[in-house]
């Protein structure tokens, strides 16, 4: 099942922190957090296993709460470079292959 | 080291033609994916390989055929191309890094079908 990424869409100005969330109805093995620009590929940022949290490059840091089988994405005094749209990717385990969620556009103004 | 590249980047075929995506990779990566992105719906999982001679099927693979003949190269195959399969097609490769399998994508390949 694909995960359900709130909110939709985000507009912030330059400083401000913003929380992206991804949930699933599943229980989860792990949850990956990818950016991506305009017409680009999208970037990796971060594993989450459950039970885990983790602080990436940037301000970037993210949480997983099993019990919510739910992935939190934290942004911190947020650069006009996190502008993009934000995707959570779901594994079960496996090598077989991410379940994405629809989505989070973050659009980040001077 | 050029990660993971895509042929073409664009291509415009008319319903009914066939053709051929070449996703290659330079890290010796054991993993390869085939997905679709298509506005709003994120990316969804057409095929995968877990290693050299094998494929598997995703979440969307009627239409697609795949093969991975050479570890480093996994092929995209349209036999019968439909307006339906008009969308941004990225493939990825990926390892065990101890935490989880981390995905790396080539730039994308855009193909329109009229």
Known sequence: QQPVQSPQAVILREGEDAVINCSSSKALYSVHWYRQKHGEAPVFLMILLKGGEQKGHEKISASFNEKKQQSSLYLTASQLSYSGTYFCGTEWGGADGLTFGKGTHLIIQP | NAGVTQTPKFRVLKTGQSMTL????????????????????????????????????????????????????????????APSQTSVYFCASSYFSGRGYEQYFGPGTRLTVT
């Open chain 2, 22 to 81: 070449l996703c290659a990779q330079d890290m010796n990566h054991e993993y390869m994916y085939w997905y679709r992105q298509d506005p709003g719906m994120g990316l969804r999982l057409i095929h995968y390989s877990v290693g050299e001679g094998t494929t598997a099927k995703g979440e969307v693979p009627d239409g697609y055929n795949v093969s991975r003949l050479k570890k480093q190269n996994f092929l995209l195959g349209l036999e019968s191309a």
